[in-house]
């Protein structure tokens, strides 16, 4: 089974829908990341979290939302999604002590906004 | 300017070639570096990883990093078709709650 799983894969939706995309882990990590990723801008950071109660901004984070519901789970949400929003969405997790510099990515969800 | 460039390509190469892949940056402040291979449609996995300066080898893959010239590299040796992949630099420093910051990313083909 895969440590990092996201759901959906995939989505389509419409301008000004309420999206909400999800990340579960069982790498038992604390630390749980958002990125996007767009064709020649590679990985940006829109959340992180380092556990429950810590929750930070990252490079793009406008236009977004996180919950981090438990240790093993950290939600996405776009509240009214617009088409500049259409990208792929990583979910990625690390440890503490010397390995938390290496994030372990999920596989992704493709969104697209119409 | 970005603070991590990396050349998008795309590369081809034959099997078996020697393959060589780059990025620069300018922030002297990073510190750790490395290297993600992502197939299609797959998220990023870490590929190597890296402190400072000097070079680290695992198998057929060499990374390098110079901190001087604020470039690292990623070589492979002996090619083969299922290296066939974006290649994804990133880079953090301590300063930065351990935030990656990513190159681009270069695609690479190795033809059979």
């Known amino acids: 089974d895969a440590d990092v799983t996201q759901t959906p894969r995939n989505r389509i939706t419409k301008t000004g829908k309420r999206i909400m995309l999800e990340c579960s882990q069982t790498?038992?990590?604390?630390?749980m990341y958002w990125y996007r990723q767009d064709p020649g801008l590679g990985l940006r950071l829109i959340y992180y979290?380092?556990?429950?109660?810590?929750?930070n901004k990252g490079e793009i984070s406008d236009g977004y939302s996180v919950s981090r519901q438990a240790q093993a789970k950290f939600s996405l949400s776009l509240e009214s999604a617009i088409p500049n929003q259409t990208a792929l969405y990583f979910c990625?997790?690390?440890?503490?002590?010397?390995?938390?510099?290496?994030?372990?990515f999920g596989p992704g969800t493709r969104l697209t906004v119409l | 300017q970005k603070e991590v460039e990396q050349d998008p390509g795309p590369l081809s190469v034959p099997e078996g070639a020697i393959v060589s892949l780059n990025c620069t940056y300018s922030?002297?402040?990073?510190?750790?570096f490395m290297w993600y291979r992502q197939y299609s449609r797959k998220g990023p996995e870490l590929l190597m990883y890296t402190y400072s300066s000097g070079n680290k080898e695992d198998g057929r893959f060499t990374a390098q990093v110079d901190k001087s010239s604020k470039y690292i590299s990623l070589f492979i040796r002996d090619s083969q078709p299922s290296d066939s992949a974006t290649y994804l630099c990133a880079m953090t420093h301590s300063g930065s709650a351990r935030q990656l910051t990513f190159g681009s990313g270069t695609q690479l083909t190795v033809l059979p």
């Open positions: 922030n002297s402040a990073f510190q750790y």
């Open positions: 790498k038992g990590h604390d630390r």
């Open positions: 979290s380092f556990d429950v109660k810590d929750i």
């Open positions: 990625a997790t690390s440890g503490t002590g010397s390995s938390y510099n290496e994030q372990f």
